[in-house]
C-alpha cells in the first residue's frame, strides 16, 4: 500500500522524496554529526596513525564526554538506520533509485560532472554516480555500525569482532568507514549547495 | 542509588602522559563542548543545547541506560578469546592516572585483603593465605577506554571461588575493591562470578611486579581496563553501588565488553 502510494507520487513528479526518506535524512544527519565529531575526540585518546583531530573540531571536550555522546547518539544512528533500509528495501525505493550501476555509464556521468555537463533537471532520478555514492555510502553505514558493535563488545560479540580480523583490525576499519563517510559528506553537502533545490527538494519533498 | 558526581577538572599535578589524554583541562568544565561539530548541531536543530546541564544529565540518563543494556548482553558462561604465550605483548604497558614511579608500594609482610559487607567470614587475608588458594591462569585482552590493546598473561584464583570460600551472598548486586591509593571501582555481580574473572597475584607466571598492581589486581577480561583495579586491599559485597574513581568522573559504569 505504501509502496504503491510513494511509486504513484514519484511518478507524478509531485514528491522527490517521500516524507519517511526526508524524516530518515535528517535524523541520520544530526547521528552522523555527533557519531564523527564524538568518534574523532574517541581517536585522539589513542590515534591510529600520526595525527590527531584538532581540539576544536572534536565533540565531548575529553574522553569521557566523548564517550557518553558517542553511546548516545549510537542509539538514534542505528534505530534509524534500520527503519531507513528496511523501508528503502520494502518500498522499493533502493532498487528503483539506486540498481543498477553500470560501469560505462558511472565514466560517462563522471566525464560529465567534471566538465559541468551533468544534467540535474529530474531530481527524481539519480544519474550513475549518485546510485554509485548513495550505495556506498549505505554500505559504508552497514560497515561502520557492525565494526563498531566489534569495538564495543569484543568479548560479547567476538564472532562478528573475528569477522573484522580481531580488536585492533576492527578499529582501523571503524576509521575507514569514517573516512569513506565523510569523504561522501564533503561532495553531497558541496553539491547540495551547486544545486539547491536538491537541498530544498531534502527539505519540502519536492 | 547510583551516586555519580561530575569533577570539574582535576588536580593538575595529577595529569601525566597518559592520563593527560583522558583528563580534561582544568581550566574547561563539562563534557559539552567541540565547537564545530556542536556548532552544525545547533545550525540543525536551531537551538542552542551545548549549553546547560541538561545535556549532561540526558547523556548520563543515557549512560545509565547503556549499563542495562550492556547487563543484558552480558553472558554469563561466554568466554573472552584467549590466546597463545607468542602473542603476549611485551613490554606490556603500564597504564595508570599517576606515573610508574608514583605507583603505590605495598609492603607484602604486612599486607592484609580485608573482606567486608555481605559475607560470613570477614577475617583478613594475609597474602600467604591469598597464594595459597588454587591458581587459574589466563592469557587474554586487555582492552583501554582509549581504544589501545594489549595481551597480558595473568595468575591467580577465580573470584568466584574466593567469594564462595568467604560465605559471600551472592544474590547482592555489586562487589567494591578499594585500592592502595585510594583507586575505588564497583562491579556487577554476574561480572564478579564471570569464570574468567580472577583475584590476580602473577603476571607471566612471575609475582605481580609493582607496576601491574602488587600484590594483587582483579583481572576481568569481560571489562574495559579501568574496570580491573590494581594494589587491591580491601573488597566489599553490597547491595549498595558505590561507584568508582573514573565512573564518577563521567565514564560509563558497566564498561563491559
Not at chain 1, 560497515?143 to 563488545?153: A, E, F, M, P
Not at chain 2, 548541531?41 to 543545547?49: A, H, K, M, P, V
Not at chain 2, 592484609?112 to 591469598?130: D, F, Q, S, Y
Not at chain 2, 603476571?203 to 569481560?222: C, D, E, Q, S
Request: net charge positive; aromatic share 12%.
Amino acid at each position: 500500500m505504501t509502496a504503491e502510494t510513494i511509486t504513484t507520487a514519484v511518478d507524478t513528479g509531485a514528491t522527490i522524496h517521500p516524507r519517511w526518506v526526508r524524516i530518515c535524512h535528517w535524523i541520520n544527519a544530526l547521528a552522523i554529526l555527533v557519531m564523527i565529531g564524538s568518534g574523532w575526540q574517541i581517536y585522539n585518546a589513542s590515534p591510529l596513525f600520526g595525527f590527531v583531530f584538532p581540539r576544536e573540531i572534536a565533540l565531548g571536550n575529553w574522553l569521557a564526554g566523548a564517550l557518553l555522546w558517542h553511546f548516545a547518539a549510537m542509539w538514534i544512528l542505528v534505530v534509524n538506520g534500520i527503519v531507513y533500509v528496511t523501508l528503502g528495501i520494502v518500498t522499493g525505493r533502493f532498487r528503483r533509485k539506486l540498481y543498477p550501476i553500470r560501469p560505462s555509464e558511472v565514466v560517462a556521468d563522471l566525464k560529465a560532472a567534471a566538465t559541468f555537463k551533468l544534467s540535474h533537471d529530474d531530481l527524481s532520478h539519480y544519474n550513475a554516480v549518485q546510485k554509485l555514492l548513495y550505495t556506498g555510502v549505505i554500505l559504508a553505514g552497514v560497515v561502520i555500525v557492525l565494526s563498531g558493535l566489534s569495538i564495543w563488545k569484543p568479548v560479547q560479540f567476538q564472532e562478528l569482532t573475528a569477522l573484522f580480523g580481531g580488536y585492533d583490525a576492527a578499529r582501523y576499519v571503524h576509521f575507514l568507514a569514517m573516512a569513506a563517510i565523510v569523504g561522501f559528506l564533503i561532495v553531497h553537502i558541496a553539491l547540495a549547495l551547486l544545486v539547491p533545490k536538491s537541498l530544498r527538494a531534502m527539505i519540502t519533498g519536492r | 542509588m547510583r551516586k555519580r558526581r561530575i569533577i570539574p577538572g582535576v588536580d593538575p599535578k595529577l595529569l601525566i602522559k597518559d592520563a593527560g589524554k583522558l583528563m580534561p583541562d582544568a581550566s574547561r568544565r563539562g563534557f559539552l563542548r567541540g565547537a564545530a561539530s556542536l556548532g552544525a548541531l545547533t545550525f540543525l536543530t536551531g537551538c542552542d543545547i551545548i549549553d546547560g546541564d541538561t545535556a549532561e544529565g540526558v547523556l548520563r540518563k543515557i549512560s545509565e541506560f547503556n549499563d542495562g543494556a550492556q547487563a543484558a548482553l552480558f553472558s554469563p558462561t561466554k568466554l573472552a578469546p584467549t590466546y597463545p604465550e607468542s602473542a603476549i605483548t611485551k613490554p606490556f604497558p603500564f597504564n595508570a592516572y599517576y606515573d610508574e614511579d608514583d605507583a603505590p608500594e605495598v609492603d607484602g609482610k604486612t599486607y592484609k585483603l580485608e573482606v567486608a559487607g555481605l559475607v560470613e567470614n570477614k577475617k583478613p587475608w594475609t597474602l600467604e593465605e591469598l597464594y595459597a588458594l588454587p591458581e587459574v591462569s589466563q592469557i587474554t585482552r586487555h582492552i583501554c577506554v582509549e581504544g589501545w590493546s594489549a595481551i597480558g598473561s595473568w595468575q591467580g584464583t577465580p573470584l568466584s571461588e574466593f567469594l564462595k570460600r568467604v560465605g559471600a551472598d551472592t544474590r547482592a548486586k555489586y562487589v567494591w575493591f578499594k585500592c592502595a591509593e585510594g583507586y575505588t571501582n564497583t562491579i556487577d555481580m554476574p561480572t564478579a562470578l564471570h569464570p574468567q574473572t580472577q583475584m590476580t597475584f602473577k603476571f607471566a607466571n612471575r609475582v605481580l611486579p609493582r607496576a601491574y598492581g602488587y600484590p594483587m589486581k582483579i583481572r576481568m577480561p569481560t571489562k574495559l581496563g579501568f574496570k580491573n583495579p590494581k594494589y587491591v586491599v580491601a573488597m566489599e559485597v553490597t547491595n549498595i553501588d558505590k561507584g568508582g574513581y573514573w565512573e564518577d568522573k563521567g565514564y560509563n559504569w558497566f564498561s563491559g565488553l
